[in-house]
């Protein structure tokens, strides 16, 4: 071996594996929640066209309309623990890590959270 040549710390490798993989974990999650997110908009906006400007019918206790907002609130909640999850990971790991990375997927987790608030409050405004 050239003694040129830095020695590969095998602890810090595998601090950055771990880090790496709660990062793509939290990215699956954010992935998921987005899916469903825009899922449930879909389906609300396509049934309010359907319905066009006539008043809402209700036909059961299981509208569109609801379906939507269970939909959005499922989607936020988990995308809420998976951070949650995430953000308690990265605090044990960042002490044994040399210089640990910013955590993008934990700021992509804060802006799919800021549109499915905005989701969930434009479906609970209009009727």
Do not use: C
Request: proline share 5%; no cysteine; hydrophobic share 50%.
């Amino acid at each position: 071996m050239d003694s040129a040549t830095p020695k590969l710390d095998t602890t810090q490798l595998a601090l950055n594996r771990t880090w790496l993989a709660n990062e793509r974990t939290l990215m699956a999650w954010v992935r998921t929640a987005a899916s469903q997110i825009s899922f449930a908009f879909t389906i609300y906006k396509f049934f309010q066209y359907e319905n066009g400007h006539q008043p809402s019918v209700q036909k059961g206790l299981f509208t569109p309309r609801y379906f939507a907002l269970m939909l959005v609130s499922i989607g936020l909640i988990s995308l809420f623990l998976a951070t949650v999850q995430h953000r308690k990971e990265i605090h044990r790991l960042t002490p044994q890590m040399a210089g640990p990375p910013r955590s993008l997927a934990g700021l992509m987790s804060w802006l799919i959270s800021i549109f499915g608030i905005l989701v969930l409050l434009s479906a609970i405004v209009r009727q």
